[in-house]
């Protein structure tokens, strides 16, 4: 959204806005349209919303070649046929400093590894996998407590002031790209659900970035001994105290969950019980008890 209101108050012409098909969503499942596609409304744009790209001559006004394609966070691989349509080529906004982190999800994989900077590649499309040339980087720190949802809505305001920067000299085929270099790259494959289970076998820290990567989704998981299942979504990292089995709580206050791991304790502050609302460990501790019970795997 951020990159779409940059590109009209650049005062360029956007003859056509591809936006994923509406998809169910909440509780009752409604169809339920992209905040794109609702922001692309209410400018009055011209939208498409094509389950697949692999025959994009069927796309509204395909006959009119464009001079850019911008894309950003778009779900879809371009066919060839689609790189070749606009005059200048497509570019995309990727969230992160390529070649680092090339894939489907370079912000959460940039929390889990514990990086301290990421950004904003402007990078001309190819037929690789993120592996385009870069026309222009825009850095930003990753701070401690940042968490995933956190750093997509700075990189999403960042992606715009990037776009907006390198979009003159874009158009006016004066920029030159950068080509990556191929052997510093990483990749950023797709979260999956199963991700989200805490193993306190891991180190506190590691168990830290986890509930940071994944908040707000999938959330990560833990599971007691009894069967229960907490959501966490918020936890600290605290030093290494007296040494526990992992998976054991070594103390539960107001102040948070502390929980043994492979190295250090992890502290849960924000949890969520099955069918419940998030709420903070001392709210959680009001109406349940802990005792007797220990995290597992």
């Not at 464009?66 to 779900?75: C, K, N, R, S």
């Not at 076998?201 to 168990?207: F, I, M, N, R």
């Not at 948070?256 to 924000?270: N, T």
């Amino acid at each position: 959204m951020p990159s779409l209101r940059a590109l009209v108050a650049s005062g360029v012409k956007i003859p056509l806005v591809l936006t994923q098909p509406d998809r169910p969503a909440g509780r009752g499942r409604k169809l339920t349209a992209s905040a794109v596609k609702e922001l692309a409304l209410t400018l009055g744009l011209r939208i498409a919303q094509p389950a697949s790209l692999r025959e994009p001559a069927r796309l509204p006004g395909f006959n009119e070649r464009p001079d850019l394609l911008v894309v950003i966070a778009y779900g879809l691989l371009l066919p060839p046929a689609l790189l070749d349509w606009p005059r200048l080529g497509c570019i995309n906004l990727h969230a992160s400093i390529l070649p680092r982190w090339r894939g489907a999800a370079p912000i959460q994989r940039a929390v889990l590894a514990g990086d301290t900077t990421t950004g904003i590649s402007v990078m001309q499309m190819d037929l690789g996998l993120d592996t385009g040339a870069v026309h222009l980087v825009r850095s930003m720190p990753i701070g401690r407590e940042d968490t995933a949802g956190a750093l997509h809505d700075r990189l999403a305001a960042l992606a715009a002031e990037a776009l907006s920067v390198a979009l003159p000299d874009l158009l006016a085929g004066r920029s030159v790209a950068t080509p990556q270099r191929g052997e510093l790259a990483t990749v950023a494959p797709k979260i999956v659900k199963a991700e989200a289970a805490l193993d306190w076998h891991s180190s506190a820290v590691e168990l830290e970035r986890k509930v940071r990567a994944f908040n707000p989704w999938p959330v990560a998981e833990a599971k007691l001994s009894d069967g229960r299942r907490l959501r966490v979504w918020q936890a600290a990292a605290l030093e290494p105290g007296p040494r526990s089995a992992a998976g054991h709580i070594v103390a539960a206050s107001k102040a948070g969950i502390d929980v043994a791991a492979g190295a250090g304790i992890l502290r849960l502050q924000r949890v969520q019980p099955p069918s419940g609302r998030v709420m903070d460990v001392e709210a959680y501790l009001a109406a349940h008890s802990l005792d007797g019970a220990v995290f597992v795997a």
